[in-house]
Each structure stands twice: as C-alpha cells, then as structure tokens.
C-alpha cells in the first residue's frame, strides 16, 4: 500500500522528526506478535520519508529500538505510581500497565533481549528493581542484597502472572489479575 509522501520540515525542527520516527518504531513493535527484526524502511515508511532521513536520527536499528525501550520503560516507571508508592500499590500499578499494554510489556520482557537490548544491572529500566529494593530496605529494615532478592523475586512472580494472562487469554481465571498481585505480594515478603 503506497504511503503518502509527508512535505519535509522546516530547517530547524529535527526533534519533531525524531519524535515521529520513535513514534512509528513504536507502533510497529508494540503490535502483540512474535519479535521480528525491524526494518528501518519500515519505520521511514511508515512516517513517510526516506530510509536516509532515519539515519539523521538513528544510526542503526539497534538505537532506535533502544529508544522505544527506553521511551516503553518510561511509561511503565510513570504508571507505578498510579495507585501510591507502596508495594501492593507498585504490583497493581505493574499488572495493570502490563495487561493494558500487551504489544509494550512483550518488547520490554519477552522480545527485548532477542532485539539486542539485555536487561540487568545497567540497562534501561533497571533501576525500577534498584527502586523496589530500596523500598523494601526501607519498609522492611534488610540489608541491601536481601532487598535485591526479595525485588527481583516479586518482579519474576508478577512477571508470571501477566505473561499467563497475556499468552492464555481463553483461561477461566479464579480471580482477579489485581488480587492476584496482592497474593503474589504477601507470599512473597512473608518468604522475604
């Protein structure tokens, strides 16, 4: 299907050029499917410009997925505060997130590490676990490598939760996705 042609803009207004290109690797990658490898002609395609003006911006397909990365990281940090800052407010704020934005949370946890982007200590998004972490030294008096466990622990548990509901949307669930978080929440600190 041929796309319009946009008119160029102004000398001047790249960061608006940069803004749609982010916005239409975007969209293209946060389609709920199996990872494909993006192709920046889609991307130029998509916004309606040339291949060559994607590389004004971005010089490879690995820095423009990172910037949706880090753009989808972002939204997530935002939506975790949603309901309050302690920790059931945080699980909430996580699982719902998640199952508003399938296509998102599969780039970021399912698909990110086969688009070249690994998570861990240092990559985008990471310091939401730091963050957890020190919330628990804080709430619950632990030293920090034990905090680090327990955070890392809860995310892989609500990690759990939101891949089943995203992946087998046919199950008859028991109960909510938003108790579940609280469950998972309880278990979790009570194993500290």
């Known amino acids: 299907m041929p796309v319009e042609r946009r008119s160029p803009n102004p000398r001047g207004s790249g960061e608006q050029l940069r803004g749609q290109l982010i916005t239409a690797a975007r969209d293209l990658l946060l389609v709920p499917r199996e990872p494909t490898v993006l192709s920046l002609r889609a991307v130029a395609r998509a916004v309606g410009v040339s291949p060559a003006a994607v590389y004004l911006h971005f010089a490879s397909v690995e820095q423009l997925v990172l910037a949706v990365v880090v753009n989808q990281h972002d939204a997530l940090r935002e939506a975790l505060t949603a309901h309050g800052t302690g920790l059931h407010a945080l699980a909430l704020g996580y ?14 946890f399912e698909s990110a590490d086969r688009l070249g982007h690994r998570g861990g200590p240092g990559a985008p998004g990471w310091d939401m ?18 905090s680090q466990h327990v955070a890392v622990r809860l995310w892989a548990c609500l990690h759990g939760l939101v891949s089943l509901r995203i992946h087998k949307p046919g199950v008859d669930w028991p109960t909510t996705p938003q108790h579940e978080a609280g469950q998972i929440v309880r278990a979790v600190l009570e194993a500290g």
């Open 129 to 146: 676990i730091e963050s957890l972490a020190e919330l628990l030294a804080g709430e619950r008096a632990w030293d920090p490598e034990r």
């Open 95 to 108: 699982v719902e997130w998640a199952l508003a934005n399938p296509g998102a949370y599969q780039l970021l």
